[in-house]
């Protein structure tokens, strides 16, 4: 090796080393943002994961490359990079508190698993246990069901909603699969009676119908699966996710016996702060003026500023009788300056009017 080449390759070194050292510093400087990222996450429940802004980040960097010879390589490293900062902030959201309402193997649960893997899955009671749990600084967030394609809201869910304090950053749809699960070795005609929340019996009625089973309604589908497995009972089955079957030791009878194959149920994330974004769809919840026209006027106002109403729903205020209040959601997002135009307006026609916060409608898990 002649000396041009050795001062070559000492030059070539140098330079690698130098950009090995500023590379060091920022990486070093990334992952200090990382963990704000992080933290903001851990404060809006939201999880590690965010495809969208994975592709655009990659999109947006790859334009800072002009060797279209060593584009590619980039993305490597660009993907590889991303990838060690989910490791980072897993690592930090594993202290995480997540609250659902069942026990372990509930749809709820599932859910919670699916959005926040890596975080401290937190049983409660019910709806209301668990979403007081993120008030009191008990849990981080709370993962609840909202709504079912085939059986429709879930109004107590939508009710802490309208008369609490937390919002909503993210709704996720899970493909819901109801099965008829029972003990090792019962057979279909052994069974007289079945149990599961009210509304999965509800999404299972043609099949429970058709072989004539009593029902019985438990407080989720997991309780559900828990006591036919502690029963002992081979008259006894519940309709329970396979998930379910297996953490119970139960077998599955039948499967997919939900009357639709399009069963969806979306669970929504609920936190004490509301993430600043750029969401598709919005949450708004309001009471209007109990006079002829009100809730047309309400309505008009939404869509003279441009926002389509992707649904409404009328829920009973509680203990106050023949008073409702309505619970919309809209296609848009309402922190940019036309949202607050709308909200404004609408503040000043209704009695009562909270703003939930923003969500992505085409996340699924």
Partial sequence: MDNKTVDKLSAAREIIGQTDKEI???FEKRMKA????????????LPVFDLAREEFLIKRNMAYIEDEEIKEYYTSFQKSTMEISKRYQRRILKGMNVAYSGVEGAYAHIAACKIFPDSNKMSYKDFKAAYEAVESGECDCA???????NAGEVGQVIDLIF???????AVYGLSIHHNLVGLPGTKIEDIKKVISHEQAIEQCTPFIRSNDFRTQTCANTARAAQFVSKSGDPSLAAIASRETAELFGLEILKEN????????????????SMHKSENNHSIVVFVVPEKAGALAKAINIIGNHGFNMHSIKSRAIK??????????????NL?????????DELSDFCDS?????TYNSDLKI
């Fill in 163 to 169: 008369s609490g304090s937390l919002y909503v950053n």
């Fill in 34 to 45: 990382v963990r704000l990222v992080a933290e903001h996450k851990k404060e809006n429940g």
């Fill in 257 to 272: 016996i939900n009357e639709s194959d399009d069963n969806t149920t979306r669970f929504a994330v609920f936190s004490r």
């Fill in 319 to 332: 203990d106050q009788a023949w008073s409702y209040y309505f619970y919309v959601e809209l296609e848009g």
């Fill in 143 to 149: 993962v609840l069901p909202v709504e079912n394609s």
């Fill in 24 to 26: 060091a510093a920022l």
């Fill in 335 to 343: 922190q940019g300056k036309r949202g607050k135009y709308m909200l």
């Fill in 353 to 357: 009017l909270k703003f939930i916060g």
